[in-house]
């Protein structure tokens, strides 16, 4: 028998067509295999592998179950859970949606919709929204935690009232309603709810630190018990940064209440 090799055409020609052929029953089979594993009421997902369920089907036991809706309910986006949440002014009660029901100054909260909050002036009790008594010289804060009243200024709270604050002579009210309620003038300080005027002696000035004597020395005089006294400077020395003491001049080093050299040609 004689055999003649087949064209160099002929050939590639055959091996497409097989190629198409094994291409196409492997679509095919996969295919298959896809439709055979996504449920009904399920599509596969658009990036990755897997399925999942259609909107109005949530997945229980690896099927797509339809969605109990609930009147005044609406469908969500997510597979999972309860594939529903009750609309705005509802509140949920296990697989129904309740409507909420205001008390009287009471309005519901924007943000979730399912709460009520009172209205200011108002506090809630007991399911119910009691009104915050101010009492004179008080006003609203309106935080409804605390007494949610606050005193106005030159008053203080003591037993749900207002007191005004007695301020003595020579003080003006504080901006903060702590302690006493006031402070003293410049040249005043605090004693026994009253303000002292501060003495400063001579070569003195006040200071303005609330702490201490109240009052500070001059340049060139130090403090000494009630006193400013005229800083004595040694041979060789000079007042030093703070005015109230002194330092030696270079090259001396200050020994005792004297400036001292270790060379003894200076």
Known sequence: MNFRPASADGFVACALI???VFAGATDSAKAQGVAGTIPANASAKTYG??????????KIDGACAVVALPENAYLTDSTYGSGWKCKHG???NKDACDEVVLPANAHLNASSGDRWLCSRGYRPVDETCKAIIVPANGYLTGSTSGSGWACNR???AMKGDCVAIVVPANAYLAFSMSNSGWDCERGYREVDDACNAIEVPANGYL??????SGWECGHG?????ATCVAVKLP???HLDFSGNDWECNKPYSKRM????SDNQND
Do not use: I, P, V
């Open 221 to 225: 005089y130090r403090k000494t018990q």
């Open 257 to 260: 209440q004297a400036c001292t």
């Open 235 to 237: 041979e060789n020395a």
């Open 49 to 58: 592998r897997g399925w999942e369920c259609d909107r109005g089907f949530h």
């Open 207 to 212: 200071s303005e630190g609330s702490y201490g």
């Open 90 to 92: 509802y509140k949920q």
């Open 154 to 156: 030159g008053y203080r």
């Open 18 to 20: 097989s190629l198409m």
